[in-house]
């Protein structure tokens, strides 16, 4: 199991989060949900307005917006 992030912009698209982006992916949803936690506001300055949580290939969760919170 690797979880991992989906940037997307506001109309749900997947965009390149460039040097802000999660890489590679995460043993654990914990550790992935902190990473975005400690990394959202570097996220949304480089353009990504939400993000979906995955696991391998299911949707765990999201559409998660970051726009709002800034």
């Known amino acids: 199991m690797t979880f991992q992030w989906r940037c997307e912009n506001s109309s749900g698209a997947a965009v390149d ?8 992916g995460f ?4 550790d992935a949900e902190s ?3 400690e990394n959202w506001r570097e996220l949304a300055r480089a353009g990504v307005a939400q993000v979906v949580l995955l696991e391998d290939d299911r949707e ?3 559409p998660m917006r970051l726009d ?3």
Do not use: I, M
């Open 17 to 24: 989060a460039g040097a802000a982006g999660p890489g590679e």
């Open 27 to 30: 043993p654990s949803q914990a």
């Open 35 to 37: 990473w975005v936690g």
């Open 60 to 62: 765990v969760y999201g």
């Open 68 to 70: 709002n919170a800034l």
